[in-house]
């Protein structure tokens, strides 16, 4: 990825397809791991390789550890059952600032649902 000026220090995001379901080996989550290209490749039987289609949006950007992640979830869910939104996809974790050596606290990270709506209130 490298050769093509892909680095491995862009943002990468995270698609959340399931919530978490428990097994007698831990804990299981059905999750894709995205990353911005700068240019169009070719996929093979380990990548795929798509377009992640645009729309709307509810965001929120959260500054902390993964620990402390649940609270940003929790306000956009707030959000969307006050203004009468719904979720349109899978949320998106973009992750701006993270490195191996950096310490948990100064992560940033974007919380993104896709969303349709308002939804008429009767």
Known sequence: M???????????????????????????IDVEVAMPLP?????NE?????TLPSGLMACTV?????????????????WMEDTGYSFAGPPRQVH????????PVHYVTEVQ???RGPIARS
């Open 46 to 50: 380990q990548v795929s390789i798509r």
């Open 62 to 78: 959260h500054t902390g550890d993964d620990l402390s992640l649940g609270r940003a979830y929790l306000a956009l869910h707030r």
């Open 39 to 43: 240019t169009a490749l070719p996929g």
């Open 2 to 28: 490298e050769n093509i000026g892909f680095s491995l220090d862009s943002h990468h995001l995270l698609l959340l397809h399931s919530r978490h379901e428990l097994h007698d080996e831990g804990m299981s």
């Open 113 to 115: 649902f896709p969303v």
């Open 96 to 103: 701006l600032q993270r490195a191996e050596h950096m310490d």
